[in-house]
């Protein structure tokens, strides 16, 4: 989910493009087909990109299941079917969970959709707010995006808060199964590398792999720019979190709570909402609305959340022993906490920075409500490359970008995974 939600859609939408034996077969049916394929690889594109997401929420409900359950299921006769049946009733907790945070996050999103002209109700909003419509009769209008948004920033922050506070270990699970790890390379392959390759198959030429540098490097290194300071930003979110929640007092971890739900509801509502929302909070502030400043508070706005949760993820590791055990040694001074608990996990730092910085890059929803104007803009570039078909320009953007990006990703999401050992699992 580093990556940006278009590469999906954009990569499988290639083989339905001009002189292709499927954008053949396409164009001599009617216009209507037309139109519901692109609707269709629009809907598998976001399903291909939001997987991740469920896979990852789910993923603490299945370490709940401890080998004896599992055991007793395979003893049951009943068959592979009924066993599953079984399985996805003990987890149907986290499987709505799943399907309601990536509902959540679908609903808010505009890219793809909005480049195959799927009428979703974000879309709408954001149509009114490029023609011009009263601002006010716009954002009463959004009130219900924005109410599903607080609603499932209230539930998660609950949730995670619950958690928090009951410290529990979690059973261990059975073995995977080299099945298991088989499809889950299978369907990272079709949902990353299969749309890069095929970006980098529908190439009419390689020289424009070098020509997209000469005329969109400055946006590169501009995005790339406040990727980096938006990672760090990000990341001092993760470690005031990961002090409050570690404090032990009640009224640090209200605090971490209450910054908990602001930024999941910031994360969840629609971008182009957040976009307008900070053009209109900081446009008659002129070191701020005429430089990079207001993309920089937007994205952390925006992607706040990651850090925050991080925190809660990381403080959840030490359990009640393991801090009152500091406090006695070291009290509550910072120096003893940063030298017992950050020092140790600096790579989970520094990989939530690099996770930050890649949302950041590959940001374009609310980064075209609030980008400069005569300022170079990648994001806005790309929307184009979207929106005109421009299949040259886009293939070679990226071929570099997601090249970049995948490596990006992987570092970050290596690095995030070296906090895994002690303890993450209870979040789940």
């Given at each position: 989910?580093?990556?940006?939600?278009y590469l999906?859609?954009?990569?499988?939408?290639l083989?339905?493009?001009?002189?292709?034996?499927?954008?053949?077969?396409?164009?001599?049916?009617?216009p209507?087909i037309?139109?519901?394929?692109?609707?269709?690889?629009a809907?598998?594109?976001?399903v291909?990109?939001?997987?991740?997401?469920?896979a990852?929420?789910?993923?603490?409900?299945v370490?709940?299941?401890?080998?004896?359950?599992?055991?007793a299921?395979?003893?049951?006769?009943?068959?592979a079917?009924?066993?599953?049946?079984?399985?996805?009733?003990?987890?149907?907790?986290?499987?709505l969970?799943?399907?309601?945070?990536?509902?959540?996050?679908?609903?808010?999103?505009?890219?793809?959709?909005h480049?195959?002209?799927?009428?979703?109700y974000?879309i709408?909003?954001?149509?009114?707010?490029?023609l011009?419509?009263?601002?006010?009769?716009?954002?009463?209008?959004?009130?219900?995006?924005?109410?599903?948004?607080?609603?499932g920033?209230?539930?998660?922050?609950?949730?995670?808060?619950?958690?928090?506070?009951?410290?529990?270990?979690?059973a261990e699970?059975?073995?995977?199964?080299?099945?298991?790890?088989v499809?889950?390379?299978?369907v990272?392959?079709?949902?990353v590398?299969?749309?890069?390759?095929?970006?980098?198959?529908?190439?009419?030429s390689w020289?424009s792999?070098?020509?997209?540098?000469?005329?969109?490097?400055a946006?590169?290194?501009?995005s790339a720019?406040?990727g980096?300071?938006?990672g760090?930003?990000?990341?001092a979110?993760?470690v005031?979190?990961?002090?409050?929640?570690?404090?032990?007092?009640?009224?640090?971890?209200?605090?971490?709570?209450?910054?908990?739900?602001?930024?999941?509801?910031?994360?969840?509502a629609?971008?182009?909402?957040?976009?307008?929302?900070?053009?209109?909070?900081?446009?008659?502030?002129?070191?701020?609305?005429?430089?990079?400043?207001?993309?920089?508070?937007?994205?952390?706005?925006?992607?706040?959340?990651?850090?925050?949760?991080?925190?809660?993820?990381v403080a959840?590791?030490?359990?009640?022993?393991?801090?009152?055990m500091?406090?006695m040694?070291?009290?509550?001074?910072?120096?003893?906490?940063?030298?017992?608990?950050?020092?140790?996990?600096?790579?989970?730092v520094?990989?939530?920075?690099v996770?930050?910085?890649?949302?950041?890059f590959?940001?374009?929803?609310?980064?075209?409500?609030?980008?400069?104007p005569?300022?170079?803009?990648l994001?806005?570039?790309?929307?184009?490359?979207?929106?005109?078909?421009?299949?040259?320009?886009?293939?070679?953007?990226a071929?570099?970008?997601?090249?970049?990006g995948?490596l990006?990703?992987l570092?970050?999401?290596?690095?995030?995974?070296?906090?895994?050992?002690?303890?993450?699992?209870?979040?789940?």
């Amino acid at each position: 989910m580093l990556l940006p939600s278009y590469l999906p859609y954009a990569g499988w939408g290639l083989l339905r493009g001009p002189n292709t034996y499927l954008g053949d077969r396409l164009a001599v049916l009617s216009p209507e087909i037309v139109v519901w394929v692109g609707h269709a690889v629009a809907a598998a594109g976001m399903v291909m990109w939001c997987w991740p997401l469920a896979a990852v929420v789910l993923s603490g409900s299945v370490r709940g299941l401890n080998q004896a359950t599992l055991d007793a299921l395979r003893l049951e006769s009943g068959g592979a079917v009924g066993r599953w049946w079984e399985v996805a009733k003990l987890l149907r907790g986290g499987l709505l969970s799943a399907a309601g945070c990536v509902a959540l996050v679908v609903a808010g999103s505009a890219i793809p959709l909005h480049v195959s002209q799927v009428p979703t109700y974000a879309i709408e909003l954001w149509k009114a707010m490029q023609l011009g419509h009263d601002a006010r009769a716009v954002w009463v209008a959004s009130a219900p995006l924005l109410g599903v948004a607080a609603v499932g920033a209230w539930v998660i922050a609950r949730r995670v808060m619950r958690a928090g506070l009951v410290g529990a270990e979690v059973a261990e699970g059975g073995g995977s199964g080299a099945w298991a790890g088989v499809g889950t390379v299978l369907v990272w392959a079709v949902s990353v590398v299969v749309p890069l390759g095929l970006f980098a198959w529908s190439l009419g030429s390689w020289v424009s792999v070098s020509r997209f540098w000469r005329q969109s490097g400055a946006g590169v290194v501009a995005s790339a720019e406040v990727g980096v300071v938006v990672g760090a930003a990000v990341a001092a979110l993760m470690v005031g979190t990961w002090v409050c929640v570690s404090d032990g007092r009640a009224w640090a971890r209200r605090a971490a709570g209450l910054a908990l739900g602001a930024m999941l509801f910031c994360g969840l509502a629609p971008g182009v909402l957040m976009g307008a929302a900070s053009a209109a909070a900081w446009g008659g502030v002129g070191w701020v609305r005429g430089n990079a400043a207001i993309v920089v508070f937007t994205h952390v706005a925006r992607f706040g959340f990651v850090g925050v949760l991080a925190g809660w993820w990381v403080a959840r590791q030490e359990t009640r022993e393991e801090r009152w055990m500091r406090e006695m040694d070291a009290g509550r001074a910072a120096g003893g906490w940063w030298a017992t608990r950050v020092i140790p996990d600096w790579a989970v730092v520094v990989g939530v920075a690099v996770c930050a910085g890649a949302l950041s890059f590959h940001e374009i929803e609310s980064t075209v409500m609030v980008a400069p104007p005569g300022r170079q803009n990648l994001a806005q570039q790309m929307l184009d490359m979207l929106h005109y078909a421009r299949d040259e320009q886009l293939s070679a953007a990226a071929v570099n970008l997601l090249g970049i990006g995948v490596l990006v990703g992987l570092a970050g999401a290596g690095l995030v995974g070296r906090g895994r050992g002690r303890g993450a699992g209870r979040m789940g």
